[in-house]
């Protein structure tokens, strides 16, 4: 059977095309999700994409996911550095998760060089551009792959 994968994002990533194209280049949210649905299902996973601003919501989004995927693909955004409440979610799904960024986080302001979910998920891509998230499709499917 197939596995089933959700690729969650925080805050802003709805407007990725619009923001800061320095840091998070020019394509939309709808191109991202097309070329994620397409390189995943060439991989043989079914994808989900979520998208939301409220903090809350994606706490409910990653709750829901522990009966409904496999997998977790999350870029949390700003969350990444502020929110125990996310942490504590993906701490609960007990399957693999990969935290995944656009930017470098590590060579940007000092607030976005901490993230409170690295310690916590299975591995992470950052720095690498809107390619991170197919990067992450792809180990995502490897790491499925081998618990089968
Ligand atoms: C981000 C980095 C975060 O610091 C920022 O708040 C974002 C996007 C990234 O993908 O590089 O919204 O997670």
């Known amino acids: 059977m197939?596995?089933?994968?959700?690729?969650?994002?925080?805050?802003?990533?709805?407007?990725l095309g619009e923001r800061e194209q320095s840091q998070y280049g020019s394509i939309t949210f709808k191109e991202l999700e097309e070329i994620c649905t397409k390189k995943s299902n060439e991989l043989g996973l079914k994808v989900e994409l979520a998208q939301s601003n409220v903090e809350g919501e994606l706490v409910n989004i990653i709750q829901e996911s522990r009966k409904k995927f496999d997998g977790i693909i999350i870029n949390a955004a700003a969350f990444t550095?502020?929110?125990?409440?996310?942490?504590?979610?993906?701490?609960?799904?007990?399957?693999?998760?990969?935290?995944?960024?656009?930017?470098?986080?590590?060579?940007?302001?000092?607030?976005?060089?901490?993230?409170?979910?690295?310690?916590?998920?299975?591995?992470g891509i950052f720095g690498l551009g809107v390619d991170g998230y197919i990067l992450a499709i792809i180990s995502m499917q490897k790491l499925l792959k081998n618990e089968n």
């Open 2 to 15: 197939n596995n089933k994968i959700i690729i969650i994002n925080g805050p802003n990533l709805n407007l």
């Open 81 to 123: 550095h502020t929110s125990v409440a996310i942490r504590d979610a993906l701490d609960i799904f007990r399957k693999p998760i990969i935290e995944l960024h656009i930017s470098n986080i590590y060579k940007r302001e000092e607030f976005r060089q901490k993230s409170l979910i690295s310690d916590i998920v299975t591995g």
